[in-house]
Nanobody
Framework: EVQLVESGGGLVQAGGSLRLSCAAS??????????IGWFRQAPGKEREGVSC?????GNTFSLKDQFTISEDNGKNTFYLQMNDLKPEDTAVYYC?????????????????????????WGQGTQVTVVA
């Protein structure tokens, strides 16, 4: 099992920025055959995909233009840079890991909170954006 720990959430004014971190660990974790995704869930809403990165080919996918996912090379730490934040970005943000079978090509459409693919999840970090 992969362990994931998020950090970096907090309170920010609209228009501001935050960078979330996700530390991945565990004997089963090798980024070369995993994808990491950031997801969020606002009160009363379904969890949704925000941004994903494939360790197999390094491709990144962001479903929100002002968000960027990146990896701290070789350190199993993943970041979500969030710029120009809006009150509607208020949510609990989660990172999750997906094991990629050898023939699986991770595409943008896979960056969804599908627990059959993303089998490991962190506990989440709260982001609150105030006007």
């Amino acid at each position: 099992e992969v362990q994931l720990v998020e950090s970096g959430g907090g309170l920010v004014q609209a228009g501001g920025s935050l960078r979330l971190s996700c530390a991945a660990s565990g004997p089963e974790f090798d980024f070369n055959d995993h994808a990491i995704g950031w997801f969020r869930q606002a009160p009363g809403k379904e969890r949704e995909g925000v941004s994903c990165i494939s360790g197999r080919d390094g491709n990144t996918f962001s479903l929100k233009d002002q968000f960027t996912i990146s990896e701290d090379n070789g350190k199993n730490t993943f970041y979500l840079q969030m710029n120009d934040l809006k009150p509607e970005d208020t949510a609990v943000y989660y990172c999750a890991a997906a094991f990629l079978p050898p023939t699986f090509i991770f595409r943008k459409g896979a960056c969804v909170p599908n627990r059959a693919l993303f089998g490991s999840w962190g506990q989440g970090t709260q982001v609150t954006v105030v006007a």
